[in-house]
């Protein structure tokens, strides 16, 4: 690829100021990645929109645009929504239950309380029941709060059209959505006591973390040893991490880490990343767990991925 059609970094370096385009760009990739994201729940197909949208940025006349981050919105969320078709057909062929690839973050996104729930992995779970247009609407609306008239021209529906879709996207993510407002240092609690008991392997230590109900899921993609089908309750769940623990026994490791905004676990064995467990916490409980194993889908804990909007 030539040097003028890479894709800038979030930021730039060098005593020499950056032609307006690539400034305009940088402004805002943190943005877009995250829409792209958030539309996709795929890390690498996000940054492979995002450069797709650098190209086409790099093509036109800054003169015309009136509002540079409405546009690149725009085209993020075309090619996001174009995207899509294709990891629709992956999703049709895909080994076991199919998980968001999970994102290291800063400490600092958790004071975006918005920003943070709507990466949530619970959230994007929620995201992938919606139809693709319904799913580009609610994320630029109710996430990035941008107008019907902008959404309407990025998804190729008249403004009237966008409210309705706005409406029942809403309708539905409500339905679906975690109920409670949990405090970061509930969750914090809640967690440790849950890396503590899986540690000890201790069911009862176990049980006392995990709400009646709790799901969990995990997701290998045929490459890692994982469970076909959602395991629901504690019991059935707690039977499942300490069996997971005798079998990797003493080779085990975890680190709290914040993934996806919320803190979560990164276990590794020998050192090297074996897995990124994401919890959701209600009442104190852990209610709901997301355990990524595919190993294609754990580029994002390589660093720290900024978000933003």
């Given at each position: 690829?030539?040097?003028?059609?890479?894709?800038?970094?979030?930021?730039?370096?060098?005593?020499?100021?950056?032609?307006?385009?690539?400034?305009?760009?940088v402004?805002?990739?943190?943005?877009?990645?995250?829409?792209?994201?958030?539309?996709?729940?795929?890390v690498a197909?996000?940054?492979?929109?995002?450069?797709?949208?650098?190209?086409?940025?790099?093509e036109?006349?800054?003169?015309?645009?009136?509002?540079?981050?409405?546009?690149?919105?725009r085209?993020?969320?075309?090619?996001?929504?174009?995207?899509?078709?294709?990891?629709?057909?992956?999703?049709e062929?895909?080994v076991?239950?199919?998980?968001?690839?999970?994102?290291?973050t800063?400490p600092?996104?958790?004071?975006?309380?918005?920003?943070t729930?709507?990466?949530?992995?619970?959230?994007?779970?929620?995201?992938?029941t919606?139809?693709?247009?319904?799913?580009?609407?609610?994320?630029?609306?109710?996430?990035?709060?941008?107008?019907?008239?902008?959404?309407?021209?990025?998804?190729g529906k008249?403004?009237?059209a966008v409210?309705?879709?706005?409406?029942?996207?809403?309708a539905?993510v409500?339905?679906r959505?975690?109920?409670?407002?949990?405090?970061p240092?509930e969750?914090?609690?809640?967690?440790?006591?849950f890396?503590?008991?899986?540690?000890?392997?201790?069911?009862?230590s176990?049980?006392?973390?995990?709400?009646?109900?709790?799901?969990?899921?995990?997701?290998?993609?045929?490459l890692?040893?994982?469970?076909?089908?959602?395991?629901?309750?504690?019991?059935?769940?707690a039977?499942?991490?300490a069996?997971?623990?005798?079998l990797?026994?003493?080779?085990?490791?975890?680190?709290?880490?914040?993934?996806?905004?919320?803190?979560?676990?990164?276990l590794?064995?020998?050192?090297?990343?074996d897995?990124?467990?994401?919890?959701r916490?209600?009442?104190?409980?852990?209610?709901?767990?997301?355990?990524?194993?595919?190993?294609e889908?754990?580029?994002?804990?390589a660093?720290?991925?900024?978000?933003?909007?």
């Open positions: 690829m030539a040097e003028q059609d890479a894709a800038p970094g979030a930021g730039v370096s060098g005593a020499a100021r950056p032609d307006p385009a690539t400034e305009a760009f402004a805002h990739r943190n943005l877009l990645f995250t829409v792209a994201y958030e539309m996709l729940g795929s197909d996000a940054e492979d929109v995002v450069q797709e949208t650098w190209l086409r940025w790099t036109i006349d800054l003169d015309t645009v009136r509002d540079r981050r409405a546009y690149l919105v085209v993020t969320t075309r090619q996001a929504l174009t995207r899509m078709r294709t990891l629709r057909r992956r999703k062929t895909y076991g239950p199919w998980l968001p690839e999970p994102l290291l800063a600092d996104v958790a004071d975006d309380v918005e920003l729930d709507s990466i949530s992995m619970a959230m994007l779970l929620v995201l992938e919606l139809p693709p247009t319904e799913r580009a609407v609610f994320v630029l609306r109710e996430v990035f709060e941008l107008e019907y008239d902008e959404i309407a021209e990025a998804v008249s403004p009237a409210r309705q879709i706005a409406h029942r996207a809403r539905h409500a339905a959505r975690p109920r409670d407002v949990v405090s240092a969750t914090r609690a809640a967690l440790q006591a890396q503590r008991a899986v540690e000890t392997g201790d069911l009862q176990l049980l006392d973390i995990l709400a009646p109900d709790v799901v969990a899921l995990s997701d290998g993609g045929g890692k040893q994982a469970v076909r089908r959602p395991v629901v309750g504690a019991r059935k769940v039977r499942l991490l069996a997971g623990l005798d990797v026994g003493a080779q085990i490791s975890l680190e709290p880490v914040r993934i996806n905004g919320a803190p979560g676990l990164v590794r064995l020998d050192g090297e990343i897995g990124v467990m994401a919890v916490v209600e009442g104190g409980l852990v209610t709901g767990l997301y355990f990524m194993r595919n190993p889908k754990l580029s994002g804990m660093r720290e991925v900024a978000v933003g909007r």
